[in-house]
């Protein structure tokens, strides 16, 4: 029930945006050719319509992928609804419309050429969208909160739990949309006493069976044997819904989920992945930018080859055995930076600052490391993403997995040569690995394409992140 709605909230404010937007676009259309230094010859209708249809798709899934919905599970309050969020989904729609803009140049169906576009319109565009955005998010939670406010609406929710973020999941669950919700009833030894009327687990499930209640929340680890079929098996006589919190499951982190197999329906823990859309739109950015930096950087890397080779004896690029997504073996590069056959006697070890079997060249390749630009190839070749969690050593992962909780989590995305650690300054053998994998898996949970290009600009202000 709720998720559904959480849902239908997300996709009403999706297309509410896309309508508000183009609302925009026509008013700043309307508003430079009626009374900001009108000049009707060169503003013709078809040429900006045309411009906007194409814009359009584009900018829905630029929205979309730069995390503007994400944060939108539940209908925020009016005091949540930021202005400055607001401007940034303007900006991100101007971005979109002026690169669509310079990819379609003007012109008529019948192909003359037309001037180029108003800076003016696309100027009051940004303006304008920014408050209609704003102001449709008020409008929206004024519609909601109305009809949350009708008795018909209200939700009756039962609680058997007693843990101390009741309180908090209760007001998520009040801001959902048409969710006026009312606590008929908590079942814990121990809860928080001013969520509700305190009642025995027998007594709450009276409730249940009088018909007095129309959601069932479950977040307690300790019911009675038997108790959890006997809640779900009453939910499914009654038909009324029932939220079950990782609290039922304390074991794991994995995303519990229903699917059907083969006509049978499973409960299924699965990995916290990126969606296949969430997936394309990152690997279409890698592309972009790896080939834009091989491109950039080819000189270079050519000059430093040759260098590496003058310096010292072997081959210019080191290839490593690494622990990609999904825990796949990959072959990652980077240029050299060590005597050849430094690890012959030791066997595989982390690498240390001022290590004394690097080159002088290596180390000053480390230092601005440049060593990693020769990733650039792996994250082409699809084997790693520009951003994402450090890539480690086989030898080393089997031990980091018994050791460090959820640290084969982080194989849940493409490792990538920057990170969300790597940004904070945990980098190297001398840093926490279990500090490095908190970072990480923050990094999955909260991915955007946006946090990826805010990690990037952190990069090149401090430097490539340097790897172990």
Same mark, same amino acid.
């Given at each position: 029930?709720?998720?559904?709605?959480?849902?239908?909230?997300?996709?009403?404010?999706?297309?509410?945006?896309?309508?508000?937007?183009?609302?925009?676009?026509?008013?700043?259309?309307?508003?430079?050719?009626?009374?900001?230094?009108?000049?009707?010859?060169?503003?013709?209708?078809?040429?900006?319509?045309?411009?906007?249809?194409?814009? @359009?798709?584009?900018? @829905?899934?630029?929205?979309?992928?730069?995390?503007?919905?994400?944060?939108?599970?539940?209908?925020?309050?009016?005091?949540?609804?930021?202005?400055?969020?607001?401007?940034?989904?303007?900006?991100?729609?101007?971005?979109?419309?002026?690169?669509?803009?310079?990819?379609?140049?003007?012109?008529?169906?019948?192909?003359?050429?037309?001037?180029?576009?108003?800076?003016?319109?696309?100027?009051?565009?940004?303006?304008?969208?920014?408050?209609?955005?704003?102001?449709?998010?008020?409008?929206?939670?004024?519609?909601?909160?109305?009809?949350?406010? @009708?008795?018909?609406?209200?939700?009756?929710?039962?609680?058997?739990?007693?843990?101390?973020?009741?309180?908090?999941?209760?007001?998520?669950?009040?801001?959902?949309?048409?969710?006026?919700?009312?606590?008929?009833?908590?079942?814990?030894?121990?809860?928080?006493?001013?969520?509700?009327?305190?009642?025995?687990?027998?007594? @709450?499930?009276?409730?249940?069976?009088?018909?007095?209640?129309?959601?069932?929340?479950?977040?307690?680890?300790?019911?009675?044997?038997?108790?959890?079929?006997?809640?779900?098996?009453?939910?499914?006589?009654?038909?009324?819904?029932?939220?079950?919190?990782?609290?039922?499951?304390?074991?794991?982190?994995?995303?519990?989920?229903?699917?059907?197999?083969?006509?049978?329906?499973?409960?299924?823990?699965?990995?916290?992945?990126?969606?296949?859309?969430?997936?394309?739109?990152?690997?279409?950015?890698?592309?972009?930018?790896?080939?834009?930096?091989?491109?950039?950087?080819?000189?270079?890397?050519?000059?430093?080859?040759?260098?590496?080779?003058?310096?010292?004896?072997?081959?210019?690029?080191?290839?490593?055995?690494?622990?990609?997504?999904?825990?796949?073996?990959?072959?990652?590069?980077?240029?050299?930076?060590?005597?050849?056959?430094?690890?012959?006697?030791?066997?595989?070890?982390?690498?240390?600052?001022?290590?004394?079997?690097?080159?002088?060249?290596?180390?000053?390749?480390?230092?601005?490391?440049?060593?990693?630009?020769?990733?650039?190839?792996?994250?082409?070749?699809?084997?790693?993403?520009?951003?994402?969690?450090?890539?480690?050593?086989?030898?080393?992962?089997?031990?980091?997995?018994?050791?460090?909780?959820?640290?084969?989590?982080?194989?849940?995305?493409?490792?990538?040569?920057?990170?969300?650690?790597?940004?904070?300054?945990?980098?190297?053998?001398?840093?926490?690995?279990?500090?490095?994998?908190?970072?990480?898996?923050?990094?999955?949970?909260?991915?955007?394409?946006?946090?990826?290009?805010?990690?990037?600009?952190?990069?090149?202000?401090?430097?490539?992140?340097?790897?172990?």
């Amino acid at each position: 029930m709720f998720s559904r709605r959480t849902q239908s909230a997300r996709v009403a404010l999706f297309f509410l945006d896309q309508s508000v937007l183009a609302v925009a676009f026509a008013m700043a259309y309307v508003l430079k050719v009626g009374w900001v230094l009108p000049d009707p010859n060169t503003l013709i209708p078809e040429v900006y319509i045309r411009l906007y249809l194409v814009a @359009a798709p584009f900018i @829905a899934l630029a929205l979309s992928a730069m995390g503007f919905y994400r944060s939108h599970d539940e209908l925020p309050s009016p005091q949540r609804v930021r202005k400055r969020e607001m401007v940034r989904g303007a900006l991100i729609a101007t971005g979109v419309l002026i690169l669509v803009g310079f990819l379609v140049p003007p012109a008529t169906s019948a192909g003359r050429a037309a001037p180029s576009y108003s800076r003016m319109i696309i100027f009051m565009y940004t303006g304008l969208g920014t408050g209609l955005l704003w102001l449709s998010r008020l409008t929206m939670i004024a519609v909601a909160g109305g009809l949350r406010d @009708a008795p018909d609406w209200t939700t009756r929710v039962v609680v058997f739990g007693d843990s101390p973020r009741l309180h908090r999941l209760l007001g998520a669950l009040g801001r959902t949309v048409h969710a006026n919700l009312e606590v008929v009833g908590v079942s814990a030894e121990q809860g928080p006493d001013d969520l509700g009327p305190s009642l025995t687990s027998d007594e @709450a499930i009276g409730l249940v069976e009088q018909g007095q209640v129309d959601h069932i929340l479950l977040d307690s680890d300790d019911l009675p044997p038997g108790r959890l079929d006997e809640v779900l098996a009453l939910a499914d006589r009654e038909g009324i819904s029932v939220h079950i919190t990782s609290a039922m499951f304390p074991s794991t982190h994995l995303v519990p989920t229903w699917e059907k197999l083969g006509g049978v329906p499973v409960m299924g823990f699965v990995s916290n992945e990126l969606a296949l859309g969430e997936r394309i739109v990152k690997r279409v950015f890698d592309m972009t930018l790896s080939l834009t930096g091989l491109s950039l950087f080819s000189v270079p890397m050519v000059l430093i080859a040759a260098l590496i080779r003058i310096e010292s004896r072997g081959p210019a690029f080191f290839v490593q055995d690494r622990v990609g997504s999904r825990g796949a073996i990959f072959p990652m590069f980077k240029f050299r930076t060590m005597c050849t056959d430094a690890e012959a006697d030791t066997g595989p070890v982390f690498a240390v600052e001022n290590d004394a079997r690097c080159t002088r060249l290596g180390r000053l390749l480390r230092r601005w490391n440049l060593d990693e630009l020769p990733q650039l190839i792996n994250v082409l070749m699809g084997q790693m993403s520009l951003v994402g969690p450090r890539p480690e050593r086989p030898e080393f992962v089997g031990d980091f997995k018994r050791s460090i909780p959820r640290y084969a989590h982080k194989h849940w995305v493409k490792p990538g040569i920057t990170g969300w650690a790597q940004i904070h300054g945990l980098r190297g053998s001398d840093t926490s690995v279990a500090e490095r994998i908190e970072h990480d898996l923050y990094y999955i949970e909260h991915w955007s394409l946006g946090f990826d290009i805010r990690i990037l600009i952190r990069t090149l202000f401090d430097g490539y992140a340097n790897a172990s």
